[in-house]
């Protein structure tokens, strides 16, 4: 090997090492950068997640509701042919 190849060889690892430590800094860099952001994502995504459950818990509030207003409404319509019927047992209102 000549002189010159050694030294391109040597160029060649220096650079390696070089591109390496860079690659490093700027991904520590970038890590520190983007830790707020992160902390703040995580701080959205519960706030999702608990929002998320509210939601749930009101869809079914809803749903309970319904079907309670459903059977209420049934109930009264029972109760008001009943009171028809009585009404007209005793001739109160035409037939």
């Known amino acids: 090997m000549n002189n010159e190849q050694l030294l391109q060889a040597i160029s ?6 070089l591109d390496q430590k ?12 983007l830790q ?15 929002m998320a459950q509210k939601l749930n818990d009101f869809q079914l ?8 207003i459903n059977k209420n ?12 019927t009585v009404l007209k047992m005793n001739q109160l209102i035409p037939q």
């Open 12 to 17: 060649d690892m220096l650079d390696e090492k």
């Open 22 to 33: 860079l690659d490093e800094k700027l991904d520590q860099k970038l890590d520190e950068k």
């Open 36 to 50: 707020p952001v992160f902390m703040r994502l995580d701080v959205l995504e519960a706030r999702q997640n608990h």
């Open 61 to 68: 509030e809803v749903r309970y509701s319904i079907r309670d």
């Open 73 to 84: 409404i049934h109930k009264l319509q029972d109760e008001m042919e009943t009171v028809i």
